[in-house]
Nanobody, 115 residues
Framework: QVQLVESGGGLVQAGGSLRLSCTAS????????MAWYRQAPGKQRELVAS???????NYADSVNGRFTISRDNAKNTVYLQMNSLKPEDTAVYYC?????????WGQGTQVTVSS
């Protein structure tokens, strides 16, 4: 069973930055695609960014150019560097990791951007 622990959320003013981290443990197999999703109140969960085991990245249009996803395979960790934050980025951010044919989710970390 894979466990994911997220950290780095918090309250920040518009224009500020935050860095989220998500570390996986308990995996016996390689971590495949790692991703960050977010869910704002009253909205569906949406993909923010993803990164494959080979380092290929994908971003939602709304964050492209402001957010950067990266991973450290030796540490089983994925990061999300968030710059130029906007109030509309306020949401609970979830880490998702694919291992073989199973997706594992973190517990979520709150990001609040004040105007």
């Amino acid at each position: 069973q894979v466990q994911l622990v997220e950290s780095g959320g918090g309250l920040v003013q518009a224009g500020g930055s935050l860095r989220l981290s998500c570390t996986a443990s308990g995996n016996r197999f390689r971590l495949n695609t790692m991703a960050w999703y977010r869910q704002a109140p009253g909205k569906q969960r949406e993909l923010v960014a993803s990164i494959t085991s080979g380092g290929n990245t994908n971003y939602a249009d709304s964050v492209n150019g402001r957010f950067t996803i990266s991973r450290d395979n030796a540490k089983n960790t994925v990061y999300l560097q968030m710059n130029s934050l906007k109030p509309e980025d306020t949401a609970v951010y979830y880490c998702k990791v694919d291992v073989l044919f199973t997706a594992y989710w973190g517990q979520g970390t709150q990001v609040t951007v004040s105007s």
